[in-house]
């Protein structure tokens, strides 16, 4: 079964440059999260969109913006990279049919800054 | 203070052994609880959802008690294949963002 595509799978940046991660949702899937993994850290959630509008804010810095395209892909645009934005960056699915809320993650973006 | 909370382990068990693990939550209105597995470096893995009446898959049940806000995982006949980090998983009041716990580490050896 196709599942959630996450690009690029690694990145490496200098601080204060611009990094855009991209995620691809499970077809026909209308919801995707973007959540941050720091080392030794759960995922936390940053934001999330619905029918390509926010449905709900967290803990996503000033500098991170996000959105949600027509074919339903996101893109989570970075600027002013710090080194504490070095983590693992997953993006989550669900659409219709998904049972009882359940996410469905990518295999998430490595973004390390030198 | 986090509003899922779990032992980290690390829980070393044979292979054969039944291990379960728990987990707390602190906001009495979340609906929509679950446990995911996560191997390192790896995304996490829904394992199944949990339901109040329990739920079976397999070789894992999931039990949730709402008056004490409690979440349980039980494995049964351990695989070497089962060593991972099991996240327990809470929706928010939002219906969007989950709230993971710190996760527990099993460990199966041979």
């Known amino acids: 079964a196709a599942g959630v595509i996450q690009s690029p799978r690694h990145l490496i940046k200098e601080k204060r440059e611009t990094a855009t991660l991209k995620c691809y949702p499970i077809p026909r899937h209308d919801t995707v999260y973007w959540y941050q993994q720091g080392p030794g850290q759960d995922p936390q959630f940053l934001i999330s969109?619905?029918?390509?509008?926010?449905?709900d804010k967290g803990s996503i810095p000033d500098r991170f913006s996000a959105q949600q395209f027509s074919d339903y892909h996101s893109e989570l645009n970075m600027s002013s990279l710090e080194l504490g934005d070095s983590a693992l960056y997953f993006c989550?699915?669900?659409?219709?049919?998904?049972?009882?809320?359940?996410?469905?993650f990518g295999p998430g973006t490595r973004l390390t800054v030198l | 203070r986090k509003e899922v909370e779990q032992d980290p382990g690390p829980f070393n068990v044979p292979e054969g052994a039944t291990v379960a693990f728990n987990c707390t939550y602190s906001?009495?209105?979340?609906?929509?609880f679950f446990w995911y597995r996560q191997d390192c470096r790896k995304e996490p893995k829904l394992l199944m959802s949990?339901?109040?009446s329990g739920n079976e898959d397999g070789r894992f049940t999931a039990q949730l008690n709402r008056a004490s806000q409690y979440i349980s995982l039980l494995i049964r006949d351990s695989k070497l294949s089962d060593s991972a980090t099991y996240l327990c998983?809470?929706?928010?009041?939002?219906?969007?963002?989950?709230?993971f716990g710190k996760g527990t580490s099993l460990l199966v050896t041979p």
């Open positions: 998983v809470v929706l928010s009041n939002s219906g969007y963002a989950l709230n």
């Open positions: 969109f619905y029918e390509k509008m926010q449905s």
């Open positions: 949990v339901y109040s």
């Open positions: 906001n009495s209105a979340s609906q929509s």
């Open positions: 989550a699915s669900r659409g219709p049919g998904t049972g009882d809320n359940e996410q469905f």
